[in-house]
C-alpha cells in the first residue's frame, strides 16, 4: 500500500522531548522495544530511520558550515570595498583633501587600520575555502602587496610570509601625508586595486552560497528520498 504524502510528513515531522530529530514512526517504534523485543522488520526499519536523519543532519551542518564561510567571505570583502574606495577617492571631499585642511591624519589611519584587519580576514576566509577561483584571488592579492612590499613598509605596514599585513601603529600615524596619498590614495593605490579585487571576491563568495545551498539541499532530498519514496528503506 502506498502512504499518502501528506501522512508520511506527518510521520517524518515529529520531534522528541529532548528536542532531537525522530519522526512519529520511530517514536511507535521506540516504545515498542520498551515493552518487548522489536519485531526484525521493526528493528529494520527504525535503522533505516536513524540512518536516514544521520544524513539529514549531516548535510545540514556541512551546508551551514559553508554558508558561514562564504557570508563571512563577502561581507569581508563588502568592508574591504568600503574601506579602499574611501582612501581612493580623489574628489574635493576626499580624506586627504579634509586632511590637507585640518592638518590631520587620524581618519585616513584610521581607514587604513580598517582596511588591513578587513582585509586579513578576507584572506583568510580565502584560503580556508580552497576553491580554484578563490586560491587564483590569493594569488592576485599577494603579487599586489608582493609588488607594493617596500611602499606599504614606508608607511608602517609590513607584508607577511602568509601575505597578510601588519601594522606598526606609530610609524602609521607618524607617516607625512605626501607619503600616505602615494601609496594609498587614488585608483591606482594599494587601497584602490585592493577593493577592486574584493569586489570580485563578493561577487564570488554570493555565488558560491546561492550554488552550494542548491547544489546540497538538491543531494539532501535526493538521498533522503530516494527512488521517491521516505519509506523506501531496503530496496
Avoid at 510521520?11 to 512519529?24: E, F, P, Q
Avoid at 588591513?116 to 580552497?130: I, P
Avoid at 605596514?157 to 599585513?165: E, I
Wanted: aromatic share 8%; net charge positive; with cysteine.
Amino acid at each position: 500500500m502506498r502512504i499518502p504524502r501528506n501522512y508520511s510528513s506527518a510521520l517524518l515531522s515529529g520531534r522528541n522531548r529532548t528536542g532531537g530529530s525522530y519522526s512519529l514512526l520511530q517514536n511507535a517504534l521506540s516504545r515498542t522495544s520498551r515493552g518487548r523485543r522489536l519485531s526484525s522488520r521493526n528493528a529494520q526499519v527504525l535503522s533505516g530511520l536513524r540512518q536516514k536523519n544521520n544524513i539529514f543532519n549531516n548535510a545540514v551542518l556541512g551546508t551551514a558550515d559553508q554558508q558561514k564561510l562564504y557570508y563571512n567571505m563577502k561581507y569581508h570583502a563588502q568592508q574591504v570595498c568600503k574601506y579602499g574606495d574611501k582612501l581612493a577617492d580623489e574628489s574635493k571631499t576626499s580624506l586627504f583633501a579634509k586632511a590637507k585642511e585640518s592638518g590631520s591624519n587620524a581618519e585616513i589611519v584610521a581607514n587604513i587600520k580598517g582596511l588591513v584587519s578587513q582585509y586579513n580576514s578576507m584572506l583568510g576566509n580565502l584560503r580556508e575555502s580552497g576553491t580554484r577561483t578563490d586560491n587564483n584571488y590569493l594569488s592576485q592579492l599577494n603579487s599586489i602587496t608582493g609588488m607594493n612590499s617596500s611602499e606599504l613598509a614606508s608607511c608602517g605596514v609590513t607584508r607577511k610570509m602568509d601575505g597578510t599585513l601588519e601594522v606598526d601603529d606609530k610609524k602609521l600615524a607618524a607617516t607625512d601625508l605626501t607619503t600616505l596619498e602615494k601609496v594609498w590614495g587614488g585608483k591606482s593605490g594599494f587601497a584602490g586595486r585592493a577593493a577592486l579585487w574584493a569586489d570580485s571576491v563578493e561577487t564570488t563568495a554570493e555565488r558560491s552560497m546561492d550554488a552550494q545551498a542548491s547544489s546540497s539541499y538538491s543531494k539532501l532530498f535526493n538521498d533522503y528520498g530516494s527512488r521517491g519514496n521516505y519509506f523506501n528503506f531496503f530496496g
